[in-house]
């Protein structure tokens, strides 16, 4: 009697052990999926791109010093438009590339300020015809010309001090970026603040893309921030230029240029500080 109760409790007990081990995948391949869903995504998230064209309805043209101006009729409103003269009609639909943008510039020619005009660097698929071009050597280019030029000086308080066009700098974003390292590498804030210091001397910077404006100027205009300045005065933020053509997998980069303090477009168009004719530090 006994043997056969000892018999019974073993056979029970082997049927739950094997009636166990048939659940556990069961509750696993349930919970699996639910936790795989709770995850976050790791990885850097990827550079802004650059700057698209923009596509909008031509409502006015005029020619005035070699260059065409556009009042364009975008998506996010009416934009004034600067080009290279262009053959362009009222009512059709253009392309224009991404530019430096002046607040209050006032031409000479036309005897008009506009409040906010794009100096593009062309429009997509047009012909244009270049504009009188300064001395030679003088280095002039599209921008310059026409703020040299056309431009006589910026409206109102235009003329103030600043990083670039107040639309161009890119917002304070709270990231973190490990300085470069080398005796001549510097973080954003300190670029800023000792930009009187380094004037004209070559430094490195290292930070994250933040945007990229191509081929404006025959240059690339890239906005680098670590997250160090200060958003109140304009100090997070730094451009740096480079003939360099801008990669899809830029994110967090090092850049090597020439520190430019007070440099000066005319139209009171003027950088507290620009790094110059930079190159990728590997």
């Not at 954003?188 to 081929?215: D, Q």
């Not at 360099?244 to 303090?261: H, K, R």
Request: net charge negative.
């Amino acid at each position: 009697m006994y043997k056969f109760i000892t018999l019974c409790f073993s056979i029970v007990f082997i049927i739950s052990v094997a009636a166990c081990s048939q659940e556990k995948p069961k509750e696993q391949a349930s919970t699996t999926p639910q936790t795989a869903q709770q995850q976050p995504e790791l990885g850097t998230p990827p550079p802004p791109p650059p700057a698209a064209p923009v596509t909008g309805k031509v409502l006015e043209t005029m020619d005035a010093a070699g260059y065409t101006y556009l009042n364009v009729e975008t998506d996010g409103g009416s934009k004034w438009v600067a080009v290279n003269q262009t053959p362009v009609k009222v009512g059709e639909e253009v392309t224009f590339m991404d530019g430096m943008v002046m607040q209050n510039f006032f031409s000479k020619t036309l005897d008009r300020t506009f409040p906010e005009i794009v100096f593009s660097s062309g429009l997509v698929g047009k012909d244009a015809t270049p504009p009188p071009m300064g001395p030679q050597g003088s280095g002039a280019d599209s921008f310059s010309q026409a703020v040299s030029s056309e431009g006589g000086s910026a409206a109102a308080t235009g003329a103030a001090m600043m990083t670039g066009s107040k639309k161009a700098i890119v917002p304070f974003a709270e990231i973190k970026v490990e300085k470069a390292q080398g005796d001549n590498s510097y973080t954003v804030g300190e670029i800023f603040s000792k930009a009187a210091e380094l004037n004209g001397k070559t430094v490195v910077v290292r930070g994250k893309v933040m945007k990229v404006s191509p081929r404006i100027m025959g240059r690339n205009w890239i906005h680098l921030q670590d997250g160090t300045g200060s958003p109140d005065n304009n100090t997070h933020d730094l451009v740096i230029t480079t003939s360099q053509e801008p990669q899809a997998d830029w994110d967090v980069i090092t850049m090597e240029g020439i520190l430019a303090a007070n440099k000066d477009f005319g139209s009171g168009y003027t950088y507290a500080v620009i790094i110059e004719d930079a190159n990728l530090k590997e």
